[in-house]
């Protein structure tokens, strides 16, 4: 009944939650970075989360490229806005949108499938046989798919940039009448090179978060099917959540006051 009492419990668990995914974070990357390497579950995960997820991202590069060319063009109070539509577009796409849209794209998929697998091998034993079976758990089923999702996403997100910059292309040229050469030439002066490199840092620390939050939630289920569809919802949210707080620190990193 004590209302102080209540929050520091909160608190106390939230920060013990904090502690033992971190502890498993560390666990996991040394997992993945020393040997032994099982490279068939490196390659099978790679294909899973990084091919598989290619048409899901390009959709929403695609789109979100267009409308945010649409957007940008009807809240421009310049006359000479077909000049600002590329600079804004392609700085929002690679800097933003770009690796935040695919982070999600991947955790609502990828991270949910990463806790429901693992979870299902938690309550059927499976992997307390593993380890009867001296197969290291984490070196088998945790590290591949950090490795995986922290190498595919980057990649996903470059695609990403590309598909998201042409599909405003196609908006400004055949909706807004915009000249190519006009769209091309300020779209490559006003993107450099780090603004790229920033996209793919973020995208890379992305990745070996989403395969944390699912590999640690679906790690620790339990009770049966319901935990099983707990720990993978606990785990889409949460990924999703460190994907915007992360991508704030970054942002703030990156950014010159």
Excluded at 44 to 52: D, E, K, N, P, T
């Amino acid at each position: 009944m004590n209302p102080i009492a209540a929050i520091g419990r909160l608190s106390l668990d939230v920060l013990g939650e904090i502690g033992r995914i971190s502890n498993f974070a560390i666990e996991g990357a040394v997992a993945a970075l020393t040997p032994p390497y099982f490279w068939r579950a490196f390659f099978v995960s790679l294909a899973r989360i990084g091919f598989a997820s290619l048409p899901v991202v390009g959709l929403t590069a695609i789109f979100t490229g267009g409308a945010l060319a649409l957007n940008i063009y009807e809240g421009s109070i310049f006359p000479n806005a077909d000049a600002f539509i590329p600079q804004i577009l392609g700085v929002s796409v690679v800097r933003e949108l770009g690796p935040v849209l695919a982070a999600l794209m991947v955790a609502g998929r990828c991270s949910s499938a990463m806790a429901a697998e693992i979870g299902a091998m938690r309550v059927t034993e499976q992997i307390d046989a593993m380890s009867t079976l001296s197969v290291n758990p984490f070196k088998y089923l945790v590290g591949p798919r950090i490795l995986a999702t922290t190498i595919a996403l980057p990649l996903l997100v470059l695609i990403a940039d590309i598909i998201g910059v042409y599909g405003g292309y196609l908006v400004s040229v055949y909706l807004l009448d915009i000249a190519p050469p006009i769209y091309i030439n300020n779209l490559i002066e006003f993107i450099d090179a780090e603004d790229v490199t920033s996209g793919l840092l973020k995208a890379t620390v992305f990745g070996f978060l989403i395969a944390v939050m699912g590999c640690y939630y679906g790690y620790r289920s339990a009770g049966g099917a319901s935990g099983v569809g707990n720990a993978t919802r606990t785990a889409v949210v949460a990924a999703a959540v460190s994907i915007f707080a992360s991508n704030y620190v970054l942002t703030s990193l990156f950014v010159d006051f």
